[in-house]
């Protein structure tokens, strides 16, 4: 039984409707595919979330607090931060949120991804660093969305 209630979730999670978020121009998603370092002062961080896993979910994201915005498969955040210093970068999950500490030094770009995990009821979400080779080659093929709306 637990089998069969467990293949109907997944099921059901992969066969749902996308979530949709507002996006960015193509202009300004581009731009941000430069990949330019940030000034010496600041730290570049490219949040993303690919894949279709949990396709139906949308998932905020914050840093230090912040709302940057809603994730929804295969779209991306940019944002810079102040450098030389630890952010703290969350995202909604199933019963709280997950934290990702990230020391960041200046003049750098940092790829988190955003991953999507199922849980008891619903699919939660965690966060983890990953290096620049891995992080540029997944947002080349992400869509850019616009910051700063948060469900919570």
Known sequence: MKKVLMAIVVATSLLAGCATIPMESKEKTNM????SPPSAEKAGLYIYRSGLFGAA???????DGKCI???APNVFFYEEV???QEHKISTESEFSPNDLVVKTEGGKNYFVKQYIKMGAFVGGAGVELVDEEEGKG??????????????K
């Open 138 to 151: 997944e947002v080349k093929k992400l869509d850019m969305a616009i910051k700063g709306s948060c469900s």
């Open 57 to 63: 979910l949308k998932k905020d994201v914050w840093i």
């Open 32 to 35: 941000a595919k430069v990949f």
């Open 69 to 71: 915005g809603e994730t």
């Open 82 to 84: 102040i450098g030389n």
